[in-house]
């Protein structure tokens, strides 16, 4: 797929060479394989930038950095496509990749029980005799198989996730129920993908080693509702929670209906 295919469609800024061909994503430079396109993602213990020397070594064919970013000056010929939240634009740039997904994709969120509801969901879904799938802690579930990813995330990377959305749309499933963490959320491994739904169970303490503070915990969870949901998706809002005002505030401003 061209570069330009997979930037324009999301008014991702690029600096140059559209007509690159792109034969695969990653933001390991470990992985990386002749024709990938290297995502330089800044992390709280590392720099992704530091790797770019060694991705395009491995055969990159295009460099997704910060805007600030600068390529080495030895590199040439090389895209360099800058972007303000890097981890969202290659979420969007994997949906592009992966265009296909479930015809009907639910996300739910919360400190305790998304395990639970994601396998319910799932459940009665096949019950009704839907062929359907559920992501998150347990790996992919579908109803013939249980495969775990390698990477213990609860919410997959957007790569991998976006990646398995189109295999399991090829495998004819059309329903997916996606459990989102926080720090999915936060990270916009989310972004990009089509919900028709969005659930949230409750909240407590919980990875404030992460988030700081309950403020900060609590927007990460918001961010289902306030930015990923489209308008026309429905939420589904655990109305004995402390916090159902919060979020039900958050869903009626943008005027996604409420269960």
């Known amino acids: 797929m061209l570069l330009s295919e997979l930037t324009n469609a999301n008014k991702i800024f690029q600096a140059n060479?559209?007509?690159t061909e792109i034969n695969g994503l990653t933001a390991d430079s470990r992985t990386v394989k002749p024709g990938y396109l290297f995502a330089a993602i800044?992390?709280?213990?590392?720099?992704?930038?530091?790797?770019i020397t060694d991705a395009?070594?491995?055969g990159a064919a295009a460099i997704l950095a910060p805007c600030d970013t600068v390529l080495p000056p030895e590199v040439e010929n090389i895209p360099l496509i800058k972007a303000k939240n890097p981890r969202q634009s290659l979420s969007l740039i994997a949906s592009q990749y992966f265009k296909s997904q479930p015809r009907i994709n639910a996300a739910v969120t919360g400190t305790n029980g998304k395990t639970s509801v994601a396998w319910f969901t799932q459940t009665i879904w096949n019950l009704l005799g839907h062929n359907s799938a559920a992501i998150g802690t347990l790996g992919i579930v579908t109803k013939t198989q249980n495969s775990p990813y390698t990477s213990g995330l609860t919410t997959p990377d957007?790569?991998?996730?976006?990646?398995?959305?189109n295999s399991l749309t090829q495998r004819d499933i059309d329903r997916v129920v996606l459990e989102a963490s926080s720090h999915g959320l936060e990270q916009s491994r989310l972004d990009g993908v089509k919900l028709s739904a969005g659930a949230f169970t409750n909240l407590s303490r919980d990875h404030l080693d992460h988030h700081g503070n309950m403020k900060q915990y609590r927007s990460a969870k918001?961010?289902?509702f306030n930015s990923i949901l489209p308008k026309d998706a429905v939420a589904i809002l655990n109305s004995d929670?402390?916090?159902f005002r919060t979020f039900s505030a958050a869903c009626q401003s943008r005027g996604i209906e409420i269960i």
């Not at 800044?42 to 790797?51: A, E, L, M, P, V």
């Not at 957007?158 to 959305?165: A, F, K, M, Q, S």
């Open 17 to 19: 060479e559209l007509d």
């Open 42 to 51: 800044q992390g709280s213990n590392w720099d992704g930038r530091k790797f």
């Open 56 to 58: 395009i070594t491995r």
């Open 158 to 165: 957007p790569v991998t996730l976006h990646r398995e959305l």
């Open 222 to 224: 918001l961010r289902l």
């Open 241 to 243: 929670s402390p916090e």
